[in-house]
């Protein structure tokens, strides 16, 4: 590729027209004008680069002009296209477009982050200018933009944002559109991830009680019980239920991605799977299924399951499914999650306070009754513990409140919503509750590929990273299961006769001195007389001599 540079300047002769190129006087004069370069491009190569002839101009020398013409033939002899002005905004845009595999959800997910993170700051920045310092400080602004608008973000979405952007720059470093990738370069803070708080096994019990009663109690033990998501559990359908096996089958789910239903293949690959499930569990769906008969006969010939998208727009009729609304309708994944918190809310409750009481008073007024109100009641302000009260007598008002007579004082000052009840369950979004299921089975000492299989996890890693808190006690439990099932006589214990590991022997069950000093890394010291059953020169005696019972924690 043959290059040409050249000094060119935009002086204009007496009659105001612009001198041809290389005319004008001035040219002669150092520091005139300034140095381009242009080259043609061959024909091979051009399908990839784009264009036909590179050219650039501006640069303050010849030498400088050169060099850079240099690169840029090196550049088309790569492949590499040349993208001019394209911007970091246009380009995202295009990338996103392309997309073709993403989910609608994570689409609009991406979008919204381009659009509110990266198109304010870096949005005219030319694609190939862009730097790791660029982005380093639009990070950085973004989080200052965000809590101007209302809306902080954290660390763990400053982190999807640069992940999102190195992933689209990375698609352009492959198609040659730049050189090297800059957000790779890019240092985050360390974050650590959020652990869940899956609910505890009384709760999902005292939850679980509270649903019994619900037309679909079913749904919230195939979630509370077998980790199903709230998508999978609205779109199961009766053909996928194996009764003889007790086997459920999942193969869809039912999402709402902001106002439009779709109904798409699990989230992941392994989330197409065969649920195991108890006794319990396959009786309330085959309750749940005799009442969902006689709602299809009240309903006749207007049951209908709806028409649902897939996840390539196509129309797709849905039959078959468990969980309908009475009318046949599939359900609203987000109307699942309400209902859901209106049961654990009143799982535990007795009332909510509905006028404001001072302390002292011994009258109260509260809303709707879950449970006969009189005995004794937690106070609970704010979901936290104040104090108790006993309720002696009842007296109806209008509509659903009544009015109280406590046996002693109100202890605080309440207002409005402050609540009467005993176990309260603490606020958790439905998914939590499928967490639950995992860290129960975790707890029980399930093995964590099964539990991974079981939620329908791509890899048991995911598992183990979102559960990494509940496996540090399964480890413990499990070195002391290890250690239970090893028959032994001798057991060395803790010099000093204390442990820090709870169950483990004392001085006196092991043999070992309680006044013993230290004990140093491999074999100890030979000391006369510190160890029952220790002889100079020979250590200690046979097993036999030194029997002890074993420990087992209770």
């Known amino acids: 590729m043959k290059i040409k540079t050249e000094r060119r300047c935009g002086c204009r002769d007496a009659t105001g027209r612009k001198f041809p190129r290389g005319a004008c006087p001035g040219l002669e004069q150092r520091g005139h004008g300034s140095w381009s370069f242009r080259f043609r491009v061959p024909k091979a190569l051009v399908p990839l680069v784009g264009k036909t002839e590179i050219s ?58 381009i659009r509110l993170h990266l198109v304010p700051t870096l949005g005219e920045m030319p694609l190939v200018a862009l730097r790791s310092e660029h982005i380093d400080t639009a990070l950085k602004r973004a989080v200052v933009n965000a809590a101007e608008r209302g809306r902080p973000i954290g660390p763990a979405t400053v982190g999807d944002v640069h992940e999102l952007l190195k992933t689209a720059l990375g698609d352009a470093l492959d198609q040659r559109m730049i050189e090297f990738n800059p957000a790779v370069g890019v240092e985050l803070p360390e974050t650590s991830r959020q652990e869940v708080e899956p609910w505890e096994a009384d709760e999902v019990g005292a939850f679980l009680d509270e649903a019994a009663a619900d037309r679909l109690a079913a749904m919230y033990e195939l979630i509370g019980l077998h980790g199903l998501r709230r998508g999978e559990a609205c779109g199961a359908t009766w053909s996928g239920l194996d009764e003889e096996r007790s086997v459920l089958t999942i193969t869809k789910q039912i999402v709402k991605n902001d106002t439009e239903y779709g109904v798409w293949p699990p989230k992941t690959r392994s989330g197409r799977r065969k649920v195991d499930l108890d006794a319990t569990t396959l009786g309330s ?14 309903v006749g010939a207007g049951w209908d399951n709806g028409i649902l998208p897939d996840e390539h727009g196509k129309p797709v009729q849905l039959k078959d499914l468990i969980f309908t609304h009475p009318s046949g309708r599939h359900l609203d994944p987000q109307y699942v999650t309400r209902r859901m918190q209106q049961i654990a809310r009143r799982a535990g409750l007795c009332a909510a306070i509905r006028e404001d009481a001072a302390v002292g008073e011994t009258r109260v007024v509260v809303g709707e009754r879950y449970r006969d109100p009189v005995g004794t009641w937690t106070l609970y302000v704010d979901r936290e513990r104040v104090g108790e009260v006993t309720v002696v007598e009842v007296e109806g008002l209008r509509g ?52 991974s299989k079981r939620l329908g996890h791509s890899t048991p890693s995911i598992t183990a990273a979102l559960y990494v808190h509940l496996l540090r006690s399964t480890g413990q439990k499990a070195a002391e299961t290890v250690a239970a099932a090893v028959p032994r006589t001798v057991r060395r214990g803790h010099p000093a006769g204390t442990s820090t590991v709870a169950g483990t022997a004392t001085a006196g069950e092991t043999g070992v001195s309680a006044g013993t000093k230290g004990v140093r890394r491999g074999r100890p010291r030979e000391r006369g007389a510190e160890a029952p059953g220790f002889e100079p020169g020979r250590g200690l005696k046979p097993p036999t001599a030194l029997a002890v019972r074993r420990h087992r924690p209770d």
Not at 289 to 298: C, G, H, I, S, T
């Open 285 to 298: 769906l085959l309750a749940h299924k005799l009442a969902q008969d006689d709602e299809r006969e009240e």
């Open 400 to 451: 659903k409140r009544a009015r109280l007579t406590l046996a002693e004082p109100l202890p605080v000052d309440v207002g409005i919503g402050a609540e009467l009840g005993r176990g309260l369950l603490s606020r958790r979004r439905l998914h939590d509750l499928r967490h639950a299921s995992a860290s129960i089975q975790l707890a029980e000492g399930v093995d964590i590929a099964l539990v």
């Open 56 to 113: 650039d101009s501006g640069f303050t020398t010849k030498k400088l002009a050169e060099d850079a013409a240099e690169k840029a033939v090196a550049r088309v002899r790569a492949g590499q296209r040349s993208v001019g002005g394209l911007t970091l905004g246009t380009y995202l845009t295009d990338w996103l477009g392309r997309k073709n595999r993403l989910r609608p959800t994570t689409r609009n997910r991406y979008e919204q982050m």
